[in-house]
């Protein structure tokens, strides 16, 4: 009975982790998504424009390299926004409580087998 339970707790725990995972994956896409916006955003609309105004004041070159650097700023926000983000505490519990309901069920039937084998000798004898 015991065992059953251990292994009913471990898929549970395993299917939260599996759940936060997934959750996790899902967030980091849309903020990766973002990013990859923003930057092709920055890049159409932002480049035209800006050029423009920088040119009347500056040379083409300046006025390029900022919108450049501009952009670069942008997209590394974005990037790094999306790269961040490692698993959550209800996750790294859920992979605790399975890898110990595990090492549990591991004992349980390592007891078992040796009950039998100690059974089995006494029926011998």
């Known amino acids: 009975m015991k065992t059953l339970r251990l292994v009913r707790v471990a ?14 994956l899902v967030v980091r896409a849309v903020l990766g998504a973002i990013a990859a916006f923003f930057a092709l ?7 035209g424009l800006g050029y423009l105004a920088l040119r009347v004041q500056m040379s083409p070159l300046v006025a390029a390299s900022i919108i450049l650097g501009v952009d670069v700023v942008l997209a590394l926000l974005f990037g790094v926004l999306a790269s961040r983000g490692g698993p959550d505490a209800i996750e790294r519990e859920a992979l605790v409580v399975r890898q110990t309901a595990v090492a549990e069920i591991g004992k349980t039937f390592a007891l078992l087998a040796l009950a039998r084998t100690v059974a089995s000798l006494l029926r011998r004898r």
Request: charge should be positive; aromatic fraction near 10%; proline fraction near 0%.
């Open 11 to 24: 898929a549970e725990a395993e299917r939260l982790r599996w759940q936060r995972f997934a959750r996790r």
């Open 41 to 47: 955003a920055a890049v159409v609309v932002l480049h």
